[in-house]
């Protein structure tokens, strides 16, 4: 029985501990999952979503937490898989005026990309990238990102919310799946709240603070600051010294001295 109003232009976090259904309600949204009830409206006309190509088709456009992507093929060639340009007629393929439309994306959105790499020769925070262009490219204008940040270094985050503050500001809407505090309030408008599947309401970023949050999410109070006491070092237990590491298929050392 959950209730969420998306509005455009805005970036808003749907929070809530492991389990609280958080993926579940994005997929439902994405068509990957049926509703058993309850309506779902986009631009104010109800509509049924049967399927990811519907959600497509609504402008509807999903980054999940594991990423959907096919390892041996390149870039450009899991950005259009099953949105091939081709012209009407004939049906033949057209690769030079995606492959700029594609370069144009990556140029707008500070993307170094190379679009020929292969997916399982990219590190994931280009992985991550390729899915966000997958969206750009289909001229989807609803953006689900579920827990983008949880496998990126904190270099690859904070280009990831330049990202998002950058499509919101276009007038893009994203839907923000997390249960870091940190970033829901740095990066989200509004936040909604689950827990154990249930909506425990919707919330300003401005008019809230990570304590509130943080006890909504799990129904008590949170210490946010970890108390330890100071450390003991023993003695060394694992040395390396001149650790050097060839990869054959690059043919090269991937670690070296």
Avoid: W
């Avoid at 990423?67 to 450009?76: Q, R, S």
């Avoid at 898989?81 to 140029?107: H, N």
């Avoid at 904190?154 to 998002?164: A, F, G, Y």
């Avoid at 919707?202 to 999410?217: A, C, F, G, V, Y």
């Amino acid at each position: 029985d959950i209730s969420l109003t998306l509005r455009k232009g805005e970036i808003h976090a749907l929070l809530g501990e492991n389990g609280a259904g958080k993926s579940t309600l994005m997929s439902i949204l994405f068509g990957l999952y049926k509703p058993t009830s309850g309506e779902i409206y986009v631009r104010g006309e109800k509509t049924e979503i049967k399927n990811p190509n519907d959600a497509t088709r609504l402008g509807i456009g999903m980054v999940h937490q594991h990423f959907k992507l096919v390892g041996c093929y390149t870039a450009l060639q899991n950005i259009i898989l099953g949105y091939e340009p081709a012209t009407k007629v004939f049906g033949i393929l057209k690769p030079k005026t995606v492959r700029k439309s594609l370069e144009d994306l990556c140029e707008k959105y500070h993307f170094e990309i190379d679009l020929d790499e292969k997916i399982d020769d990219m590190p994931v925070g280009s992985q991550q990238k390729v899915e966000i262009l997958k969206m750009l490219y289909r001229k989807n204008d609803i953006l689900i990102f579920d827990e983008p940040t949880a496998v990126l270094t904190p270099q690859e985050i904070e280009d990831l919310m330049k990202s998002m503050k950058s499509l919101a500001a276009e007038g893009k809407s994203i839907l923000f799946i997390s249960h870091k505090l940190n970033e829901i309030m740095e990066v989200a408008d509004r936040v909604t709240v689950l827990r154990k599947g249930k909506c425990l309401g919707t919330l300003n970023i401005k008019d809230t603070n990570p304590q509130e949050l943080s006890r909504l999410m799990v129904g008590r109070d949170v210490q946010l600051v970890t108390q330890k006491q100071e450390a003991k070092i023993g003695p060394d237990v694992l040395t390396v010294k001149n650790l050097t590491v060839y990869n054959p298929e690059k043919k090269k050392d991937v670690v070296h001295d």
